[in-house]
């Protein structure tokens, strides 16, 4: 599933304990999604938190727990509308070597970038059948003597503005998606359950704890991201 979404009660919990439900769950794989879950809390809250050093020594026993890797430094700045309210969080986590990755790492490295990049806007990505590529070495496959480039396809279902739950990305596993873009997945190192998708504008839009894209009057909405307004890359 490359969905998730946060309920209501959840996102009313006070911000530590919401902090130590994250540092918990099983469905948040990496520290990229327990930046974006912080991200939406503060949205739905309508408040201003200050990650103070003893936070931001929690945050790092929490990663370092969880065995996650750093942030690449392309991630940030996270933005999201209202972005005073996220800068005033995570100005303290990019200067942080434990937390962001101040250099490309190829070791290390979590973001992976559409190589048939598109350039998105309204309802190119929720409404149109599309192969996105992604070519992906997993650190495991360091000699690969398969024909073509390791990687993966998502595939996009199309959705309607009358049925607009019709929409899905799913992990491509059919030989002919891989053999028409020459490129060829390791099914036993590259599963949809360890992928979170993310937007990026200009600056990385976190909206992926908002499950599907959905319509409302005609217009495409991810979370509080009105698609129509904005050219996008995943």
């Not at 739905?44 to 065995?67: F, G, H, V, Y």
């Not at 891989?178 to 360890?194: F, K, M, P, Q």
């Amino acid at each position: 599933n490359l969905f998730h979404s946060l309920e209501a009660c959840i996102l009313k919990l006070p911000f530590d304990g919401f902090l130590g439900m994250l540092a918990d769950s099983l469905t948040v794989k990496n520290l990229m999604m327990f930046a974006e879950a912080i991200c939406v809390w503060l949205r739905e809250n309508i408040t201003t938190i200050e990650c103070t050093p003893d936070m931001l020594q929690k945050i790092i026993s929490i990663k370092q727990a969880r065995s996650w890797n750093a942030i690449p430094k392309q991630c940030f700045p996270i933005h999201a509308l209202n972005s005073s309210r996220f800068e005033a969080f995570f100005k303290t986590w990019r200067p942080c070597d434990d937390l962001v990755l101040t250099e490309d790492n190829h070791k290390h490295l979590q973001l992976v970038e559409c190589h048939n990049l598109q350039d998105f806007q309204g309802n190119k990505l929720t409404e149109e059948h599309l192969d996105l590529i992604f070519y992906f070495k997993h650190p495991e496959t360091a000699v690969c003597s398969r024909p073509g480039k390791c990687g993966f396809v998502l595939k996009t279902t199309p959705g309607t503005k009358q049925n607009p739950a019709l929409f899905d990305i799913q992990l491509s596993i059919d030989p002919n998606d891989y053999t028409d873009h020459e490129i060829h997945l390791h099914e036993d190192l590259v599963s949809a359950g360890n992928m979170h998708l993310m937007l990026k504008y200009y600056v990385t839009l976190p909206v992926s704890w908002y499950n599907k894209p959905m319509c409302l009057n005609g217009i495409w909405k991810w979370g509080p991201l009105d698609l129509n307004h904005y050219h996008y890359n995943i």
